[in-house]
């Protein structure tokens, strides 16, 4: 399965992913972890992307692309993955398409959650830290989430249009327990996991003719 998770900041989407992918055996894929590993490999490129950041710009859909592509050329991914991060705009999407030519995303998650709740989450996140003794994360404060979701409603919830536009979006409460959401992904990928394996036997059936 080649899957995407959407979601607004703090919707709980790198636990959901990690759940999935030891759930289905397949890599969960963060953005983030592609950027410090190509940064940790030293290589020119990575050079780069350590003088951008370390500036505290911003990627180009271009840049990033190209670190994903890189990404989904390693041997791990050849039975699938779930990007998490990744496509962020519809440019980003695009490319996408043209790196899985013939081989398209099998479904994209979306875990649907209130924006509220999504305050009250870093509170309570915040207030934790400061109770146990440890540092506040930087980015748990109304006025770091207020940015973020800004930038995710302007540039990546259009995405949720995108894909239900191709019949594989599916919704999730992201509201709900860890536990119920998890089980309900694994609920909807078991149907898309027997779709992608009916699809492969026939794409190769087709292709032994």
């Known amino acids: ?13 790198g636990t959901q992913a990690n759940c999935i992918s030891q759930r289905f055996g397949i890599p969960h894929l963060s953005t983030g972890d ?8 030293g290589t020119s490129f990575g050079a780069k992307l350590r003088s951008t950041l370390g500036a505290g710009a911003l990627l180009d859909d271009e840049t990033i692309s ?11 991914v050849a039975a699938g993955f779930i990007l998490d991060g990744y496509p962020r705009t519809l440019v980003q999407a695009d490319a996408l398409d043209d790196m899985l030519v013939g081989d398209p995303i099998s479904a994209v998650i979306e875990l649907v959650v209130n924006e509220d709740i999504l305050y009250d989450r870093i509170r309570a996140r915040a207030t934790q830290a400061i109770d146990a003794g440890a540092e506040v994360r930087s980015d748990d404060n109304a006025e770091t989430l207020q940015a973020r979701l800004s930038a995710y409603y302007q540039a990546t919830h259009p995405l949720s249009q995108h894909y239900a536009e191709r019949g594989v979006l599916k919704q999730i ?13 694994a609920n909807l990928l078991t149907g898309v996991e027997k779709t992608d394996t009916r699809q492969s036997v ?3 059936e087709r292709d032994s003719l």
């Not at 592609?34 to 490999?41: P, Q």
């Not at 670190?67 to 791990?76: K, T």
């Open 1 to 13: 399965m080649k899957l995407i998770l959407l979601g607004p900041p703090g919707a709980g989407k």
């Open 34 to 41: 592609m950027l410090r590993a190509e940064i940790r490999a």
């Open 66 to 76: 190209e670190i994903v592509a890189l990404r989904l050329r390693q041997p791990d």
């Open 173 to 185: 409460d992201g509201l709900a327990s860890i536990d119920d959401v998890t089980q309900e992904i």
């Open 202 to 204: 026939y794409t190769h």
